[in-house]
Every structure is written in structure tokens, then in C-alpha cells.
């Protein structure tokens, strides 16, 4: 199975700020193929179901905001909001979809001073 | 507007057996595969069961291999999950997705099932 290790556990951070969270996968996501990553980014809002983010490492999906970004690839990726907003207050998760079993890292949550 | 409603959940003894269903609209139902993830109480969430667009390929994870079925009515744009020999450790919110890619684009509200005596 591939590992996946999110970091870190959490953070808090004041309305404005940029964010980083790092998602580090235990081989590589790379399909060679077709040159794609296939790692996912999900934001888990309190009380609410996931939404998805990021797919292909990097790739915005519909509607979801210009401040949200995903980098990376290989075994490291990175997701960076680069201006936190209080709606931001949520759990995230990376997944691989790389091979099955489907696996999610651990989540990092993000408070807002 | 894609819309997933789940059903079926609540609380069941272990062993016991519980069906959950999940109604799908605002989507052609049979172009896609369809998947179940679940999020144990305060938990991060895993990946429970993947149906292809024809029903024709399922996949599992280990823990419910043999336990679990995953299938799907494309006349009625529904899925299905039957849990049998139902554990404490199936405890959790199951949420029925759609599979974009093996990434989860879209996802129901979530129905919980809790397995207790």
C-alpha cells in the first residue's frame, strides 16, 4: 500500500496569512505515461462532507477559489492558500489515487486566530 | 446540479448485516464509476469500495474484502454497499462519492452507521 504522511497535524494562523501544508507520499505518484501526478487535495469544513480541491496535483476544481494552490511532484506535494481566509477553517486531506488501495494522509487542520 | 442522498444507516448489532443505498441525480449515472469512502468518529477518512461505470470492475479495501459489496442499478442512477458481518470498527460515516478519475469529485452528505451491541 502507499503511505501517505501530511504535515503538519495542525495550524493556526491570522486572516491574511499564506499557508503551506505538505503531503509526502511513500513512492512516487508519477504516472510516467502521461506525465501526470494523481494526488488530490480535500477540504473537510466542520459538520460538513469533503469537497474536492485539487486534482492531478495541481489542477483547481470547479469553483474553487484562486487563493488555493497545488504544487509538486513525485513523492512531495504542497498545498498553499495564499491568503487565509476565516471561511478557511477546515480539515485537509491529500489522497493518492495513484494505485488502490486508495489512500488518504491523516489530515491537517487549519484554525484561524 | 449533481446531487448524492444516502440511506440505509443507523444502528445494527455485530455480525449483523445493514444495506446502504445512495440515490444519485444531475449526473449521467452510468458514464461514471462510483465509490464509497467513510470517516470513523473524529477519524480522518479511507477509501472503502470503487465500482466501475458498467458494474463490471469492483475494488476493496482489505478490511472489508469478502465482507462488503459494492453495486449499482444504472436504471435507477443508484448505489449500493452491503456490509455483512458488521464490526465495531465499521463504525463511521459512509459517504457515497463519484469517481472522477479515482478522485472523488462529488459527495453526498454521509450516513451513519453504527455497529454496537
Known amino acids: 500500500d502507499i503511505l501517505i504522511n501530511q504535515s503538519p497535524a495542525s495550524l493556526t494562523v491570522s486572516a491574511g496569512e499564506k499557508v503551506t501544508m505538505s503531503c509526502k507520499s511513500s513512492?512516487?505518484?508519477?504516472?510516467?505515461?502521461?506525465?501526470?501526478?494523481?494526488l488530490a487535495w480535500y477540504q473537510q469544513k466542520p459538520g460538513q462532507f469533503p469537497k474536492l480541491l485539487i486534482y492531478?496535483?495541481?489542477n483547481r476544481h470547479t469553483g474553487v477559489p484562486d487563493r488555493f494552490t497545488g504544487s509538486g511532484s513525485g513523492t512531495d506535494f504542497t498545498l498553499t492558500i495564499s491568503s487565509v481566509q476565516a471561511e478557511d477553517l477546515a480539515d485537509y486531506y491529500c489522497?493518492?489515487?495513484?494505485?488502490?488501495?486508495?489512500?488518504f494522509g491523516s489530515g491537517t487542520k487549519l484554525e484561524i486566530k | 446540479e449533481v446531487q448524492l442522498v444516502e440511506s440505509g444507516g443507523g444502528l445494527v448489532q455485530p455480525g449483523r448485516s445493514m444495506k446502504l443505498s445512495c440515490a444519485a441525480s444531475?449526473?449521467?449515472?452510468?458514464?461514471?464509476?462510483m465509490a464509497w469512502v467513510r470517516q470513523a468518529p473524529t477519524k480522518g477518512l479511507e477509501w472503502v469500495a470503487t465500482?466501475?461505470?458498467?458494474?463490471?470492475?469492483?475494488y476493496y479495501r482489505d478490511s472489508v474484502k469478502g465482507r462488503f459489496t459494492i453495486s449499482r442499478d444504472n436504471a435507477k442512477s443508484t448505489l449500493y454497499l452491503q456490509m455483512n458481518s458488521l464490526r465495531s470498527e465499521d463504525t463511521a460515516t459512509y459517504y457515497c462519492?463519484?469517481?472522477?478519475?479515482?478522485?472523488?469529485?462529488?459527495w453526498g452528505q454521509g450516513v451513519m452507521v453504527t455497529v454496537s451491541s
Open positions: 462519492t463519484k469517481d472522477y478519475g479515482s478522485y472523488f469529485d462529488y
Open positions: 444531475g449526473f449521467t449515472f452510468s458514464n461514471y464509476g
Open positions: 465500482i466501475s461505470y458498467d458494474g463490471s470492475s469492483t
Open positions: 513512492q512516487s505518484l508519477l504516472y510516467s505515461e502521461n506525465n501526470q501526478d494523481y
Open positions: 492531478g496535483a495541481s
Open positions: 489522497e493518492q489515487t495513484y494505485s488502490y488501495p486508495l489512500t
